[in-house]
């Protein structure tokens, strides 16, 4: 079992910058790969970024986010982190961090594990 835990979210103005940190618990070693999605108001929740338990074996982001974002992970610290620039009133969401996808790493029903999500909220 594996429990997950989003922090860093809050208000920022378009272009700002926010980190978001997902510490995981509940395993003895951090071999798995983490994904972070997202959910606006009445959309469906969508990929934002995954990362491998191997920084050199996989780092994958939607288009929407490329050049923008940027996800990564202390492996020592089970932890893993998006940062997000530039941001966009569009980036508004709740997000969303998960653990050990089994297929499709772009599908929210690939994942096994979530945070309860953690709130991001871009005025213009």
């Known amino acids: 079992q594996v429990q997950l835990v989003e922090s860093g979210g809050g208000l920022v103005r378009a272009g700002g910058s926010l980190r978001l940190s997902c510490a995981a618990s509940?395993?003895?070693?951090?071999?798995?790969?983490m994904g972070w999605f997202r959910r606006s108001p009445g959309k469906e929740r969508e990929f934002v970024a995954v990362i491998n338990w191997n920084r050199s074996g996989g780092i994958f982001y939607a288009d929407s986010v490329k050049g923008r974002f940027t996800i990564s992970r202390d492996n020592a610290k089970n932890t893993v982190f998006l940062q997000m620039d530039k941001l966009k009133p569009e980036d508004t969401a709740v997000y969303y961090c998960?653990?050990?996808?089994?297929?499709?790493?772009?599908?929210?029903?690939?994942?096994?594990?979530w945070g309860q999500g953690t709130q991001v909220t871009v005025s213009s």
């Open positions: 998960s653990a050990d996808p089994q297929g499709d790493y772009t599908l929210p029903s690939a994942y096994e594990y």
């Open positions: 509940g395993r003895t070693d951090f071999n798995f790969p």
